[in-house]
């Protein structure tokens, strides 16, 4: 019988900060297509999980073929569980990956970028944090919990560090961020959770499933805002588009997904706030801007806190393997892209 093993945690921790990296350069493409296209926030996230679904369709009949006796993205201890919780669990990727788009859309709207990225981003890890704790008994010790505070503390130096803004409606913006947040952490906490009991599917089909929920739930919202482009050169609105869809879509969210089997769901959340720090460079090195102090002190801060929660990861994975079966899961011989979950032999890294 054909078994797969999840990622070490050194690969974990790579494929979550690929994906934020490619988080990060989606904003500046997203930024682009706002003043080009005509196209509102809705419209450009209707059509980037649209191009998400497009590619990892197309992924998962590439696997089909290819492997024609083999079930792609069913593992065996989730083969004996009811179609029921399958569904369940795309419906509700689905719907979080919806609400966490549209609602910051609508918080950057209401409050203004900075105070919306900084709820929604910082806020995520915190509720993470809980929801980790309450629901798999997961704990970051003090340590960890102090490092987690000085990313937030960096993230908002970043963030803050430039021009106040405007905001028409402050309050109503900081309801919309929390509600980000919300769906984030939701999906997080599902897929860190299934990945670790081992019933999770493979990371490309959970990534198919749920963008495909959410581009539904997000079509009538478009129509109304207005789907199409109404300005622009169509090649590049086209061409900006399908990059959204293929890089911060389609291959982010199938290595966020791969990593959380074997990170911390709050470690990875924390490893995702390079996102903004990816944003700054890509401000600074192609769009004219300048970093303030303050923001090039909070990218430090940040990237400083993500490089201790990983170094801990890694020891927590070594105790881990030191104190459980004897079998290391930190293999050489696994293969490089993200593949399905199997039950861990040993739990006690979280």
């Known amino acids: 019988m054909h078994t797969t093993m999840p990622p070490s945690v050194g690969r974990g921790v790579s494929y979550i900060l690929i994906a934020a990296v490619a988080w990060g350069t989606g904003g500046a493409v997203a930024a682009i297509l706002y003043d080009i296209s005509g ?17 990892l369709a197309a992924g998962h009949l590439v696997l089909r073929r290819r492997h024609p006796g083999r079930p792609v993205g069913t593992p065996a201890r989730a083969a004996g569980r009811r179609p029921g919780d ?10 979080g990956l919806a609400v966490y788009q549209t609602a910051y859309f609508a918080a ?16 995520g890890p915190v509720l993470i944090a809980v929801g980790s704790r309450l629901t798999m008994g997961e704990r970051l010790g003090r340590t960890g919990a102090l490092t987690v505070a000085s990313a937030l503390i960096g993230l908002l130096l970043l963030v803050g560090g430039g021009g106040a803004g405007t905001a028409s409606a402050p309050l109503r913006g900081l309801a919309y961020a929390l509600l980000s947040a919300t769906g984030y952490a939701m999906v997080t906490l599902l897929h860190r959770k299934r990945g670790r009991d081992g019933i999770g599917a493979a990371a490309g089909t959970t990534a198919l499933g749920g963008f495909t929920v959410g581009m539904l739930c997000l079509l009538p919202l478009a129509l109304i805002e207005g789907i199409l482009p109404t300005a622009g050169d169509v090649g590049r609105v086209l061409g900006l588009l399908a990059y959204l869809g293929a890089v911060p879509t389609a291959l982010a969210y199938a290595l966020f997904f791969a990593g959380l089997v074997s990170i911390r769901a709050t470690t990875a959340s924390v490893i995702a706030l390079v996102e903004p720090v990816t944003a700054a460079v890509i401000a600074v090195l192609f769009l004219d801007e300048r970093l303030t102090p303050a923001a090039t002190v909070g990218s430090a801060v940040l990237l400083g806190a993500v490089v201790a929660l990983t170094l801990g990861e890694r020891r927590a ?16 011989d696994r293969p490089w892209w993200p593949v399905r979950a199997v039950r861990r032999r040993d739990r006690s890294c979280g």
Not at 39 to 55: E, K, N, Y
Not at 86 to 95: A, H, P, Q, S
Not at 108 to 123: F, H, Q, R
């Open 39 to 55: 196209m509102g926030p809705v419209a450009v996230s209707f059509w980037r999980f649209a191009g998400g679904v497009l590619l």
């Open 86 to 95: 399958r569904w369940r669990t795309l419906v509700t990727t689905g719907i």
């Open 108 to 123: 950057v709207g209401y409050a203004g970028l900075a105070v919306a990225t900084v709820v929604t981003l910082g806020s």
């Open 317 to 332: 994975a070594s105790a881990g393997v030191r104190v459980g079966s004897g079998t290391s899961r930190h293999r050489s």
